[in-house]
Nanobody
Framework: EVQLVESGGGEVQAGGSLRLSCAASGFTFADYAIGWFRQAPGKSREGVICLSSDGRTYYADSAKGRFTISSDNAKTTVYLQMNSLESEDTAVYYC???????????WGQGTQVTVSS
């Protein structure tokens, strides 16, 4: 059974940092790209960042300079490090797996990130 489980969300003050984790199981982790998406209340889901299976990173404009993605293949876990958080970053964050960075085959349940000003 494929599972993607996000963790690490919470509430942080503006300017602070959070690290989200995405623990993957049930598929060949090294063969898949992992992306992070977010959905704020009343808004559409948007892509944030993606790490391809060959190590390339693709950033949305909102993530450039503030967010980084990394992978621990031994733990089949991908991390999203978010720095200089802003209230506009408040959203539910999801990780997803794909053979390339689009389209996505598997999705997690999401973790809430709230940035207070």
């Amino acid at each position: 059974e494929v599972q993607l489980v996000e963790s690490g969300g919470g509430e942080v003050q503006a300017g602070g940092s959070l690290r989200l984790s995405c623990a993957a199981s049930g598929f060949t982790f090294a063969d898949y790209a992992i992306g992070w998406f977010r959905q704020a209340p009343g808004k559409s889901r948007e892509g944030v960042i993606c790490l391809s299976s060959d190590g390339r990173t693709y950033y949305a404009d909102s993530a450039k300079g503030r967010f980084t993605i990394s992978s621990d293949n031994a733990k089949t876990t991908v991390y999203l490090q978010m720095n200089s958080l802003e209230s506009e970053d408040t959203a539910v964050y999801y990780c997803a797996a794909a053979q390339e960075c689009w389209p996505y085959d598997y999705w997690g349940q999401g973790t809430q990130v709230t940035v207070s000003s």
